[in-house]
């Protein structure tokens, strides 16, 4: 068994899946109909949205099992990895995939601003979990691209078949933007986390060692993938998590200004700056004043 089943083009899902290919760049696979098949490590050269409706077996990220709910989107970018070797687990797929190619996007409204769409880059275990109305909304979207796909190839059919794809993908952003406020208490708890992590790597001798925290270090400290922290602190914050690592460095650097024995070097090192210059200006631009204009005003 190779370790990984590529697959490079939408005819060739299709044809794993017992479907028809009705255009080569995009297509609506209902895995229902997929012949029963060992888990295996898959990798898609395309985007790929799976609509989850029942619990099941096919999809693992990494080591984390995922369990699947009536109603759950998982996004993949191309040339992710998703799912384990697994012989003895045999089982039947179920749901409702999305694919298309990114050449179908060159050219379109949707291709200039595909990279908006974060949530390609989320975990699988930070999936989008659909109302009933929600998921009824996305199965409509689907309809209408499925229409368009039955339809013979003529000139419109491009620009309407990635215009309801963005329709579709501008409904999960706004799901998602839900979905943040209704896990509110989760949320508050991962600011929580995230607040105690930097006071932490600050009193430790980790600026010395590995310079300021970046949004990377943070994201992967708390288990989450560093699209998905990022636009949860956006929401919960107003901020970028960027901006709130800057304010406490800074919070910091004023603090420490006010110790007339250290100089600005000093500080500068203390708080993982690789170049004293570099602080300086960070420091100017967030403060209004060069850190000796500062602490010589206080």
């Known amino acids: 068994m190779e370790a990984i089943l590529k697959f490079d083009s939408i005819s060739s899902y299709n044809d794993f899946n017992n479907h028809q290919t009705l255009h080569p760049l995009v297509s609506i696979v209902d895995l229902s109909k997929a012949s029963p098949r060992e888990s295996r490590r898959m990798a898609y050269g395309f985007y790929t949205i799976f609509l989850k409706q029942i619990k099941c077996g096919d999809l693992r990220y990494g080591l984390d099992y995922y369990d699947y709910e ?6 993949l970018a191309p040339d992710q990895v998703i799912g384990e070797n697994n012989p003895e687990n045999v089982y039947q797929p179920q749901g409702i995939a999305l694919v298309f190619h990114p050449d179908l996007l060159h050219g379109t409204a949707l291709g200039r601003h595909m990279n ?6 989320y975990q699988v275990r930070e ?21 368009e796909l039955e339809q013979n190839i003529d000139k419109h059919s491009k620009k309407l078949v990635t215009a ?3 329709l579709f993908l501008d409904y999960c952003t706004r799901f998602y933007d839900r979905q943040f406020i209704t896990r509110d208490n989760v949320n508050k708890g991962i600011v929580a986390r995230f607040e105690t992590l930097l006071n932490d790597y600050f009193k430790s001798d980790k600026p010395q060692l590995l310079g300021l925290p970046n949004v990377n270090y943070c994201a992967d400290q ?8 990022g636009d949860l602190i956006k929401k919960e914050t107003g901020k970028s998590a960027l901006e709130v690592i800057q304010f406490k460095t800074i ?10 024995e250290k100089t600005v070097n000093e500080i500068a090192y203390e708080l993982g ?3 004293p210059q570099h602080f300086s200006r960070v420091f100017k631009q967030r403060v209004g004043y060069s850190p000796n204009e500062y602490r010589k005003l206080n």
């Open 251 to 260: 919070s910091l650097a004023k603090e420490k200004i006010f110790d007339s």
């Open 116 to 121: 908006d769409y974060s949530f390609f880059s």
């Open 222 to 229: 708390l288990n989450l993938s560093a699209n998905y922290f």
């Open 273 to 275: 700056f690789k170049y």
């Open 70 to 75: 009536e109603g759950t989107l998982i996004f």
């Open 164 to 166: 309801n794809i963005e």
């Open 127 to 147: 999936a989008l979990h659909l109302s009933v109305q929600e998921r009824d909304i996305i199965l409509d979207c689907f309809l209408k691209i499925q229409y």
